[in-house]
């Protein structure tokens, strides 16, 4: 089984497959009688036929080291995940190549840190390492399939750096 390290979430390293959600940096704006730092349009959101919708998700903690044996992905629109909890998550891609996924990359988010997945990343699931795994998401909600799976022949192993 290949293994895949864990990478701490950097703009720079994700911007491939999609954007930060973060307070990184001074607020673009201050509002609310300047008691409110406004971090402006941080997300791209791509939506194909349909609208964006804000669901919730409550999904079950795991642990590393992962069993990585599928990836997914939308083609009709990008998906945005905001933690409800001050808790770091697990984020999984991997590029296209031909059309399927290539070698897959993890990343860790720092608490505080939300992601937005460009349209056709391909994704590991929602993996939650804290509970309660529960998340903000913005995504497409339309007529029409937006999923496709992808199962790996030789499942990874995602662990924690060393």
Known sequence: MSGITVEPLTAAAFAPYGEVL????DPDRIINQGLCGRFHDRATLDIVEGR????????????LPLRLEMVERHPQGSQAFMPMS????LVVVAP???GGPGTPRAFL???????NFHRGTWHGVLTPLHEPGLF???????????LEEHWFTE???VHATA
């Open 22 to 25: 973060e307070t990184e940096g």
């Open 52 to 63: 964006a919708g804000l669901s919730l998700f409550k999904a079950e903690p795991r642990a």
């Open 86 to 89: 001050f808790d770091p998550f």
């Open 96 to 98: 296209d190549k031909d």
């Open 109 to 115: 988010t720092r608490p505080g840190q939300g992601i």
């Open 136 to 146: 903000a998401v913005i995504d497409r909600i339309g007529e029409g399939p937006n």
């Open 155 to 157: 499942p990874y192993l």
